[in-house]
């Protein structure tokens, strides 16, 4: 038995331009009677790489980094970074001319640099730019519990170790 897919209308042709919150990463849904596409049943994250790759983005910067040179400080390998922390993992210059060392920057401490070859790596943080009062508090003053430095929303782990024995902070 054959069933024909039908593709929706949307598939033809999304606009990534008119999403503008959470309610347009929902799909209308498939015909009854077809097969749902991608497109037709994906949500959240996933609709919105899809509709991206439709329009010729790449949501996710998923490219590779430049290996064809070594990272120094005066020119370093820029890491884009929608996060607080991003991780980069080196394989020397040539490419995997060493083992993967995993190296973690964060908005602290933007620059890192392999142990194995020297390679310099700078993340570039062009996520949201926010106050350090809109932590969804509404204005008013919280004293935040982790006054380390470290951690910038009361509970919100931010490392790995945090995650998995937050007394190791």
């Known amino acids: 038995m ?3 897919r039908v593709a929706s209308g949307l598939a033809k ?8 919150n959470d309610h347009d990463l929902m799909p ?6 077809t097969v749902p596409t991608d497109i037709d049943q994906a949500t959240g994250l996933e609709r919105l790489e899809i509709l991206g790759k439709m329009q010729g983005i790449d949501i996710f910067d998923m490219k590779p ?5 070594k990272g120094t400080m005066n020119d370093p390998i820029v890491v884009r970074s929608f996060g607080d922390e991003q991780y980069v ?7 995997d001319s060493h083992v993967v060392n995993w190296l973690t920057m964060s908005r602290d401490r ?13 993340m570039d943080y062009v996520g949201p730019q926010e ?12 004293g935040h519990a982790d006054t380390d430095g470290s ?9 790995l170790a945090d995650f998995v024995r937050p007394e190791y902070r």
Do not use: M, W
């Open 2 to 4: 054959f069933v024909r």
């Open 13 to 20: 042709r999304a606009a990534f331009r008119p999403i503008q």
């Open 28 to 33: 209308a849904g498939a015909e009854p009677g």
């Open 65 to 69: 980094l430049d290996a064809s040179r």
């Open 89 to 95: 993992g080196c394989t020397g210059c040539p490419a």
């Open 110 to 122: 933007p620059i890192e640099r392999c142990p194995e070859c020297g390679s310099v790596y700078k």
């Open 131 to 142: 106050s350090h009062d809109t932590h969804g508090h509404h204005g008013e003053h919280v």
């Open 151 to 159: 951690h910038n929303f009361d509970g919100e782990p931010k490392t």
